[in-house]
């Protein structure tokens, strides 16, 4: 009975070893995709500040699509993270809570900068690949139209 128990023990570790690396490759692994934005205004070479689509129908359309296809995998369906990667609902919610409306507006555009830079660069944390680079597939009109999604899908809306 003991070498049943032993046998069994050996083989649930071994398998939970061999599965480990599947699992962390379900995080991070995104091949970046373009973004057919075509439909949007264009906005040129400089980059701007601040995401110029806000509140724009046909940016959250494009939005929409271009998070399903290249940051839900990791965010989470409906920008919902489950908990291995940063909850984009809570992007800019610290602005949410500000009164003054000069205030609100400046924090705004300092996370419209964060998000725009960290999207573009990627994210490596100790040699670790934590988000791809969209860089070189995505232009600036896919990262504004993917922040004028996500600013629909705060938390509390």
């Given at each position: 009975?003991?070498?049943?128990?032993?046998?069994?023990?050996?083989?649930?570790?071994?398998?939970?070893?061999?599965?480990?690396?599947?699992?962390?490759?379900?995080?991070?692994?995104?091949?970046?995709?373009?973004?057919?934005?075509?439909?949007?205004?264009?906005?040129?070479?400089?980059?701007?500040?601040?995401?110029?689509?806000?509140?724009?129908?046909?940016?959250?359309?494009?939005?929409?699509?271009?998070?399903?296809?290249?940051?839900?995998?990791?965010?989470?369906?409906?920008?919902?993270?489950?908990?291995?990667?940063?909850?984009?609902?809570?992007?800019?919610?610290?602005?949410?809570?500000?009164?003054?409306?000069?205030?609100?507006?400046?924090?705004?555009?300092?996370?419209?900068?964060?998000?725009?830079?960290?999207?573009?660069?990627?994210?490596?944390?100790?040699?670790?690949?934590?988000?791809?680079?969209?860089?070189?597939?995505?232009?600036?009109?896919?990262v504004w139209a993917i922040k004028t999604y996500l600013e629909t899908r705060r938390?509390?809306?």
């Amino acid at each position: 009975m003991k070498l049943h128990v032993s046998i069994v023990c050996v083989g649930l570790v071994l398998g939970a070893a061999a599965l480990a690396p599947l699992s962390a490759l379900a995080h991070g692994d995104v091949t970046p995709q373009a973004v057919d934005t075509h439909t949007l205004p264009p906005l040129g070479d400089d980059v701007r500040a601040e995401n110029p689509y806000r509140g724009s129908s046909e940016a959250l359309k494009v939005g929409i699509s271009a998070y399903t296809q290249n940051c839900a995998r990791c965010h989470g369906i409906d920008a919902v993270s489950g908990g291995m990667s940063p909850d984009l609902r809570e992007l800019d919610s610290e602005c949410m809570d500000q009164k003054d409306e000069g205030k609100k507006k400046a924090c705004f555009a300092e996370v419209d900068t964060f998000y725009y830079g960290i999207t573009m660069k990627g994210k490596v944390r100790n040699g670790v690949e934590k988000m791809p680079a969209f860089k070189g597939t995505f232009n600036q009109e896919a990262v504004w139209a993917i922040k004028t999604y996500l600013e629909t899908r705060r938390a509390g809306n």
